[in-house]
Nanobody
Framework: QVQLVESGGGLVQAGASLRLSCAAS????????MAWFRQFPGKEREVVASIGWLGKLKTYADAVKGRFTISRDNAKNMLYLEMNSLKPEETAVYYCAADRDSMSTFLRGDGVDWWGKGTLVTVSS
């Protein structure tokens, strides 16, 4: 049974940093493309960042470039998102996602193989 379990969310003030983690199990983690999505209230999920198998290929949404960093540890089956200079408008539920086929799947948003249940990040002003 595949499980993606996010952690690290919480309440922070604007300008603060948070590190999200995603623990993966039940899949051959090193062979999956991974991504972080977020969902604002009343909106559809949007991709924040994605990462290739070896952690060398990374993509970011324009809104987070230079502030967020995605990384992975294949030995520990872990995915991370380091978030700096957080803004109140980035309050959202953040999800971990895994796909076997392609990083472009994350751009489409549908057809992603596995999703976590999400972790809430609240940024106060």
């Amino acid at each position: 049974q595949v499980q993606l379990v996010e952690s690290g969310g919480g309440l922070v003030q604007a300008g603060a940093s948070l590190r999200l983690s995603c623990a993966a199990s039940g899949l051959t983690f090193r062979t999956y493309y991974m991504a972080w999505f977020r969902q604002f209230p009343g909106k559809e999920r949007e991709v924040v960042a994605s990462i290739g198998w070896l952690g060398k290929l990374k993509t970011y949404a324009d809104a987070v470039k230079g502030r967020f960093t995605i990384s992975r540890d294949n030995a520990k089956n872990m995915l991370y998102l380091e978030m700096n200079s957080l803004k109140p408008e980035e309050t959202a539920v953040y999800y971990c996602a895994a796909d076997r086929d392609s990083m472009s799947t994350f751009l489409r948003g549908d057809g992603v193989d596995w999703w976590g249940k999400g972790t809430l990040v609240t940024v106060s002003s």
